[in-house]
C-alpha cells in the first residue's frame, strides 16, 4: 500500500444508503485503487456522555477526538461536510469536502419548518460547524452552487470544484418492457418517477397535489430513508429501500423523473436518470443549476417556490404534458442528457480529477 487515509463521515456506508454515502464509497473504491488503505470514522460508533448540551454536537465532537487521537496513523484525513468538526486542529493534512452548505439549505427551507429548527440548521450546523470544518483544511464542493453558497456566507475563496460523478456503465438504459415486468407496471401505462424521501423538504406537498391531478399517470416512488407516509391508491406503487444498483431498472421503466427539492447541494437521482436516458422535470437546485441553465434542459426547470405552490404545480403538470406529447425537445433532452452525464460526469473524471487534489 501506498498510504493509509481516514475518512469521517455521517454513517456507516455499508449500511446506510444515502447521497454522502454513495459517495463514501466512491471514495474508498478510488483510494484502494490508488494502493491507499482507508478506514471509516462516523457518527454511529460513538457512544453517549460527552457532556453537551446538544446531543449530536457531542457525538461530533468525540468523533473527531477520536480522530486526533489517531491522526499520525494516517497520511491524509478526508471529511464528508461537518463530521469532521471535532478533529480540530487538524495536524495531518485534511481534505473536507462540502456537499452542502447548512445555511443555505436553511433559507430554503426557512417556510416550511418551525422556528428553532430553521435557527439551528442556520447557525449551530451551518455558521459554526461548517465555517469551523473549513479551517486549515483543502476545502472541496460538489457543485458550483455550494462553491458559491461558500463563499457568500463563510468567505471561502480557495474552493475546488469537482463534480460528483457516476459511473455510467450502470446507469444505462434498460429494455423499459423488462424493467416494468420486474417492478409489475403495466406495460402500456405512462409512468411519473419520484425518488427520495417522502417528506416537505423534497417537495412532497407539491408531489401529492402534481399526483391528485394527473390520474392518467401511473406513480412510481422509491423511497429512502427517514420517509413520512407516502400516498398509496391504484394507480401509486410505492418501493421502499430498494439497493442502489437497482435503480437503473426503474429509471428504465419510467417516462419522466420529478424532482421537487426545495434545495440540494448535488442531487445523485438527477444525473443517474438523465445517464438512462430519462426526461428529468426538477427544480432549480443543486446540479441543476449547472445544467438546466442551456437547452434543451433549461424547458423542464420548474420555477422557485417563492413564486407560489400553485405555479410550480401549474408548471410541472405543464412540462408531463409536453412529455406525454412526445415533443421534440424531449427527444432532444433525453439523447443530450445520456451525452452530457458521460462527457461531464462520469466516475472516471471524477477520479482523475480527486487523484489530482489528494496528489496520489
Known sequence: ???RAAIITAFNPYTFQGGIETYSSQLEGLLRGQNVACDFYYIGEQEEGHGFHNDYLGRLYRLGRKVFERDRDYDFIIANAFYGLGYFPPRVRTFNIFHLTHMGFAEEIRDVVPAPQ??????LWGKLSESVSGFERSKIAVSESVRDELNTYYGFE???VVPSGI???????????LSRKRYAIPEDAFVGLYVGR???LKGCDVLEEVMAGSPDVFWLLALGTGSDKAPV???VRVIEQIPHEGMKDLYSAADFMIFLSRYEGFGYVIIEAMACGLPVIVTNVGIA???YKDEPFREFLLPPFSAGRSCVVSSAMDRIAQVRSGEDIVHA??????TLIEKEFGIERWKKQMVAIFGL
Open 333 to 338: 433532452m433525453t439523447r443530450e442528457g445520456r
Open 289 to 291: 443549476k449547472t445544467v
Open 198 to 200: 417522502w417528506n416537505i
Open 158 to 160: 480557495d474552493v475546488k
Open 118 to 123: 430553521y435557527l439551528e440548521w442556520k447557525f
Open 1 to 3: 500500500m501506498r498510504g
Open 167 to 177: 459511473d455510467t456503465r450502470i446507469f444505462a438504459k434498460a429494455d423499459k418492457l
Open 233 to 235: 391508491g391504484e394507480r
